[in-house]
């Protein structure tokens, strides 16, 4: 006589619990992750504001640099915001 196959719905003692755990903690990394990117990200703008403070006082750098800037950057990371 074979034994008897487990169902595919009959869940071992303690998954669901299990699975809350896990989902929490994918869910928290996933937010430390997103908030690691987001204050690397201000750090980075704050670093590029500066530089083109910076080479507008040395080399006279106007308007129409910057918008050039802006547009290479778009075209170089389209889905890019911000």
Do not use: C, H, T
Not at 35 to 53: H, K, M, P, S, T
Request: glycine fraction near 8%.
């Amino acid at each position: 006589m074979k034994p008897a196959a487990q169902s595919p719905l009959a869940l071992p003692e303690g998954y669901a619990d299990w699975l809350a755990q896990l989902k929490g903690q994918i869910a928290q990394a996933r937010q430390r992750a997103a908030l690691a990117v987001n204050a690397d990200l201000v750090q980075l703008y704050g670093r590029i504001g500066r530089e083109i403070l910076q080479r507008q006082q040395a080399q006279g750098w106007g308007a129409k640099v910057i918008d050039r800037l802006a547009r290479d950057l778009k075209d170089a990371f389209p889905d890019m915001r911000g």
